[in-house]
């Protein structure tokens, strides 16, 4: 059984950080592509990065510069460090792996995703 799941958010003033893991269990990692979204009520789930097998990775407009997504394969964890962090990140964050789909755009692509947590920016 396949499970992903999210820790390390919470309240953090504008201009803080934090880190955000997703322990994943039932595959391995290292054979897929893992994207982080993040939604607010009301709005569509947005993409805000993503890292290949390769390794590579790419990144919403909105966070370039300011967030990096890594990955430790022996562990299974995905991270994703947040930097210089403003009210409007504020969202539940959610990771999601797939073996074809590293789209930014499309979600509902990926075959699995985690129940997300929540991260709150205060200005």
């Known amino acids: 059984q396949v499970q992903l799941v999210e820790s390390g958010g919470g309240s953090v003033q504008a201009g803080g950080s934090l880190r955000l893991s997703c322990a994943v269990s039932?595959?391995?990692?290292?054979?897929?592509?893992l994207t982080w979204f993040r939604q607010t009520p009301g709005k569509e789930r947005e993409g805000v990065g993503t890292?290949?097998?390769?390794?590579?990775?790419t990144y919403a407009d909105s966070v370039k510069g300011r967030f990096t997504i890594s990955r430790d394969n022996a562990k299974n964890i995905l991270y994703l460090q947040m930097n210089n962090l403003k009210p409007e990140d504020t969202a539940m964050y959610y990771c999601?792996?797939?073996?074809?789909?590293?789209?930014?755009?499309?979600?509902?692509?990926?075959?699995?995703r985690g129940q997300g947590t929540q991260v709150t920016v205060s200005s």
């Open positions: 039932g595959l391995p990692i290292s054979w897929y592509c």
């Open positions: 890292i290949r097998r390769s390794g590579s990775t």
């Open positions: 999601a792996a797939d073996t074809s789909s590293c789209s930014l755009d499309y979600p509902e692509r990926y075959d699995y």
